[in-house]
T-cell receptor, first 114, second 115 residues
Framework: AQSVTQLGSHVSVSEGALVLLRCNYSSSVPPYLFWYVQYPNQGLQLLLKYTTGATLVKGINGFEAEFKKSETSFHLTKPSAHMSDAAEYFCAVSLNQAGTALIFGKGTTLSVSS | DSGVTQTPKHLITATGQRVTLRCSPR?????VYWYQQSLDQGLQFLIQ???????AKGNILERFSAQQFPDLHSELNLSSLELGDSALYFCASSVLPTGSSGELFFGEGSRLTVL
């Protein structure tokens, strides 16, 4: 079975600082990996995804993530945080197999201070 | 707006009662997923349907059941409600039959409070 672990339930950064949200996955077969964002009182929306091919994936709002198989990681980064980035971020994993679904980590709340 | 519609947005009920949550997927999406979000458990996958058939099952309690109708809308039925069932229930939809490389589109959720 697949699973993800997000390190740090809460991350605080200053506006303009680097954002780094950590995610490690566990999977017996090559996984598909995702980052979703949830703004207050809203549903989740996709930031970026890795399926196959290039291991550095760029998403919306300046975010990117790198798939590192050797480290079983898929950390999310953004060079310069903006106040509007404050939200909860979820790493997720799925397999291209029938009977499986998208499994989410517990989430990391990002706070951005001015 | 994701295109996924969930009703009701808020629901308050008592222990032992039964409620039904409804989800209309995005136009053209055949898969519907149900997730439960709570502070202690995070976002838990409950169940998935594809074109009316159950495709994947997660941590769904026996007191809970779901179905997807011919018009592709889905309902999640929660019975014999307990305090611990209070949570935000999300529905998501996608085109693909598995939660694989396709993007899931989430509704805004139904917040259930059990008193």
């Amino acid at each position: 079975a697949q699973s993800v672990t997000q390190l740090g339930s809460h991350v605080s950064v200053s506006e303009g600082a680097l954002v780094l949200l950590r995610c490690n996955y566990s999977s017996s077969v090559p996984p598909y990996l995702f980052w979703y964002v949830q703004y207050p009182n809203q549903g989740l929306q996709l930031l970026l995804k890795y399926t196959t091919g290039a291991t550095l994936v760029k998403g919306i709002n300046g975010f990117e993530a790198e798939f590192k198989k050797s480290e079983t990681s898929f950390h999310l980064t953004k060079p310069s945080a903006h106040m509007s980035d404050a939200a909860e971020y979820f790493c997720a994993v799925s397999l291209n197999q029938a009977g499986t679904a998208l499994i989410f980590g517990k989430g990391t709340t990002l706070s951005v201070s001015s | 707006d994701s295109g996924v519609t969930q009703t009701p947005k808020h629901l308050i009920t008592a222990t032992g009662q039964r409620v039904t949550l409804r989800c209309s997927p995005r136009s053209g999406d055949l898969s519907v997923y149900w997730y439960q979000q709570s502070l202690d458990q995070g976002l838990q996958f409950l169940i998935q349907y594809y074109n009316g058939e159950e495709r994947a099952k997660g941590n769904i309690l026996e007191r809970f059941s779901a179905q997807q109708f011919p018009d592709l809308h889905s309902e999640l039925n929660l019975s014999s409600l307990e305090l611990g069932d209070s949570a935000l229930y999300f529905c998501a939809s996608s085109v693909l039959p598995t939660g694989s490389s396709g993007e899931l589109f989430f509704g805004e959720g139904s917040r259930l409070t059990v008193l």
